[in-house]
C-alpha cells in the first residue's frame, strides 16, 4: 500500500501563491505516474496536472495552464504543484495520486479511474 500525504495548503488572497507538497516514503517511487486533482463544493473531482515517472512529460487542465507548475524529485520521493496567481475558483480541496507505471519514460495519466494511490488531501482556500 502506497502511503501519499499532502501538505502546503491554506488560505491565500487572489493573486497569491502556494506549494503544494506530497511526500511517500514508497521507494519504487520513480515508477508512478503522479497527478494533482481537487475538488470544490458540490462540484465533481477534476485534473489539474499529471506528470510521468521521469518528470520528462507534464499536462495542465486548461483553467491552470501558465499559473501552476507540476514537479518531482525522485531522490525525495515528492511532487510538488507549485500555485501563483491563485483565483477565487481555485478553492477546492486537493488531492495527489499515484499510477503505476513501470515505463520511466512512459506518459502522464490523465484519468482519475487509472490511479492506483490517493493521498487524503489538503484544502486550499483563496479569497477575494
Known amino acids: 500500500q502506497v502511503q501519499l500525504v499532502e501538505s502546503g495548503g491554506g488560505l491565500v488572497q487572489a493573486g497569491g501563491s502556494l506549494r503544494l507538497s506530497c511526500a511517500t516514503s514508497?521507494?519504487?517511487?520513480?515508477?508512478?505516474?503522479m497527478g494533482w486533482f481537487r475538488q470544490a463544493p458540490g462540484k465533481e473531482r477534476e485534473i489539474v496536472a499529471a506528470i510521468n515517472p521521469s518528470g520528462g512529460r507534464k499536462y495542465y487542465t486548461h483553467s491552470v495552464k501558465d499559473r501552476f507548475t507540476i514537479s518531482r524529485d525522485n531522490v525525495k520521493n515528492t511532487v510538488f504543484l507549485q500555485m501563483n496567481s491563485l483565483k477565487p475558483e481555485d478553492t477546492a480541496v486537493y488531492y495527489c495520486?499515484?499510477?503505476?507505471?513501470?515505463?520511466?519514460?512512459?506518459?502522464?495519466?490523465?484519468?482519475?479511474?487509472?490511479?492506483?494511490?490517493w493521498g487524503q488531501g489538503t484544502q486550499v482556500t483563496v479569497s477575494s
Open positions: 495520486a499515484a499510477a503505476l507505471n513501470t515505463r520511466y519514460n512512459g506518459p502522464y495519466v490523465d484519468s482519475a479511474d487509472k490511479y492506483n494511490y
Open positions: 514508497e521507494r519504487t517511487f520513480s515508477d508512478y505516474a
